[in-house]
Nanobody, 123 residues
Framework: VQLQASGGGLVQAGDSLRLSCAASGPSFSGSPIAWFRQAPGKRREFVAVITQSSSTTDYAASVKGRFTISRDNAKKIVYLQMDMLKPEDTAVYYC?????????????????WGQGTLVTVSS
């Protein structure tokens, strides 16, 4: 699976942004897809995940209620809708896929990574 994240940019606090993760390869629909982020000087952290059929989603506590993950298996795209953005959401956002059928929050679970897209939220 090859992943390409896009949609980042510079926005103001309170604004919205939608990230996209476009995938290629036959195994996309068989993998849960996750978003992670890495702020300057910090470790990469889990943001959200969606299972293969979209039946289950999970979010980090810091984004729950503000971010929404969704996927379109026919188009091989996963979206991250980010609303009510805060300056602390500033980070490079990465999408990730795994060869496993289940998901986990630690980085080593995920085998494939997109190149990242930068989100900057000004106060």
């Amino acid at each position: 699976v090859q992943l390409q994240a896009s949609g980042g940019g510079l926005v103001q606090a309170g604004d919205s942004l939608r990230l996209s993760c476009a995938a290629s390869g036959p195994s996309f629909s068989g993998s849960p897809i996750a978003w992670f982020r890495q702020a300057p000087g910090k470790r990469r952290e889990f943001v959200a995940v969606i299972t293969q059929s979209s039946s289950t989603t999970d979010y980090a506590a810091s984004v729950k209620g503000r971010f929404t993950i969704s996927r379109d298996n026919a188009k091989k795209i996963v979206y991250l809708q980010m609303d009510m953005l805060k300056p602390e959401d500033t980070a490079v956002y990465y999408c990730a896929a795994t060869e496993r059928s289940a998901y986990a929050f630690h980085l080593s679970w995920w085998n494939y990574w997109g190149q990242g897209t930068l989100v900057t939220v000004s106060s």
